[in-house]
């Protein structure tokens, strides 16, 4: 909360944060691989455009907080700047900053006509009642007007967000515009015009990545196929139900809290229903308790971190045991795990590709929202599927000619295209 840390935390030093210079190593060693221009690398190694805010709220108790938040513009050569809003206590300028960079390159490397873009407030939503993030989330729209618009920059939801605060978002949006703007986010309630699939897009892609993956490395997905998940949020739940109707066991889940673990398979939709009743998967019936680190190292075909960023480092890669890691949070792998597992022969879906599908059907809600002609969920999850493959091929390909890890070969396949467009368009002035 405001004011129990150090300001320095929260902006200061930024560049140098291990997350921030994690993702630049990365796109440095991809970028290798490419013979980037190293003009375009120098651009890409710092945001465009970063806004910090200090958002004043009203508690129910009477007092004030002030809350610090950013948005992050990071590039936006292919089109406007696209990137999720998260609510955390650990928010900071260079996390929302190596977020950006990714959302850049996640867009780029799925062909998706917008930049990249993340925002975020310091704060514990879970301590927060429903009128106080309503209260946290007008203001801080208010306070980031200037950058946000369907033409300049469309936020989503992440961590600690969904579609009642985008709903919040694009009403205090609209109401200082004068008329309704449904454009400027995306994962708002189908009601006022967000698009069928949305909610479950992030899980669903990542599996329609794994089964791309299992096909390559002649992995049955049935119900031998055991499968553990860190984060039970919109990434994790969704993930965890498609993959189960697919035939996978999910033996284990987590929360912050920590986790359950049941070698039969956990009942999700019970667990669902007590994290509704309880916020907490901690004290679930069906199954014994494993720590977020234990269920780490589980011996599971599939591991699903979908929770926060550097959950895998150098000191716990050893110990992962699965054989196809799939990213649906964004940064869980340090550059030094991701070495290691790719030592060990571990299969890395690395982020950009594992949870693009959130970012592909926000693209195409947007899409219907500006031609206010919606499509069929099967459209959506179709054209999903088209996306996903197509990206995932590209890597895969990557992969194999240039004996290089998933990693670095999606990042490299996306910086192809971008950087072409970076060229194209040239240097102002
Ligand atoms: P969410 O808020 O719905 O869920 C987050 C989950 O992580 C919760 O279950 C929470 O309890 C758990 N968690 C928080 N701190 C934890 C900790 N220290 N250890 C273990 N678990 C912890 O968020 P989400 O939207 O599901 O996002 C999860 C991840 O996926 C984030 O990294 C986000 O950036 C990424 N992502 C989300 C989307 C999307 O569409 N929502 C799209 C792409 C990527």
């Known amino acids: 909360m405001s004011g129990s840390y150090e300001f320095d935390d929260v902006i200061v030093g930024w560049e140098n944060h291990p997350f921030y210079t994690s993702v630049l190593q990365v796109m440095e060693k991809a970028g290798r691989a490419i013979q980037l221009d190293p003009n375009v690398y120098n651009r890409l190694s710092k945001p465009k455009r970063v806004l910090y805010v200090s958002v004043p709220v009203r ?23 696209k990137g999720g809003i998260r609510y955390h206590v650990d928010v900071n300028l260079a996390e929302t900053s190596a977020l950006a960079m990714l959302m850049t390159l996640k867009n780029s490397l799925v062909g998706l006509p917008l930049g990249g873009a993340k925002g ?46 985008m709903a919040w978002l694009m009403d ?20 006022i015009g967000g698009s069928l699939g949305r909610v479950d897009a992030t899980g ?26 860190q984060g039970f949020g919109n990434v994790g739940y969704y993930s965890a139900k498609i993959l189960a109707n697919v035939g996978c066991t999910i033996v284990a889940v987590s929360d912050v809290s920590g986790g359950i673990y049941n070698s039969k398979g956990v009942n999700l939709e019970e667990l669902r229903t007590y994290i509704a009743q309880h916020r907490t998967v901690k004290g679930f019936p069906g199954g014994d308790f494993v720590s ?14 979908a929770a926060l960023s550097g959950q895998i480092t150098e000191k716990n890669a050893d110990k992962i045991k699965c054989k196809i890691l799939a990213e649906g949070a964004n940064g869980p792998t340090t550059s030094e795990a ?38 069929s969920e099967k459209d959506v999850n179709n054209k999903l599927w088209e996306k996903v493959s197509h990206a995932f091929n590209r890597v895969y390909e990557f992969h194999l000619s240039k004996k290089m890890d ?16 970076m060229l194209y368009r040239g240097f102002f002035p």
Not at 66 to 79: E, I, K, P, S, Y
Not at 174 to 190: A, L, M, N
Not at 346 to 358: E, Q, R, W, Y
């Open 59 to 81: 508690m129910d108790d009477g007092s004030i907080q002030v809350f610090d938040g950013f948005r992050v513009q990071h590039n936006t050569t292919l089109g406007p700047a």
């Open 292 to 305: 977020n680190d234990e269920l780490l190292e589980l011996d599971v075909d599939i591991l699903i971190p």
């Open 204 to 229: 669903r892609g990542v599996v329609y990545n794994i089964i791309e993956a299992a096909k390559r490395l002649r992995l049955d997905l049935n119900d031998k196929t055991r499968v553990a998940i």
């Open 120 to 165: 975020g407030i310091r704060c514990d939503p879970n301590k927060m009642s429903r009128r106080e993030k309503q209260a946290l989330t007008r203001r801080y729209t208010s306070e980031i007007f200037m950058l946000i618009g369907p033409d300049k920059d469309i936020p989503a939801p992440d961590i600690g967000t969904d579609a009642q605060t």
């Open 406 to 421: 998933m990693r670095h070969s999606a990042i490299a396949v996306s910086l192809e295209h971008l950087s072409k467009a």
């Open 338 to 375: 991701n070495e290691i597992l790719f030592s060990k022969g571990v299969f890395t879906i690395p982020d950009i590709l594992a949870n693009s599908g959130g970012v592909i059907v926000s693209y195409f809600e947007w899409v219907q929202g500006l031609q206010n002609f919606f499509w």
């Open 172 to 191: 205090t949006y609209s109401s200082q515009v004068g008329h309704v703007v449904p454009g400027v986010v995306t994962g708002k309630p189908i009601e």
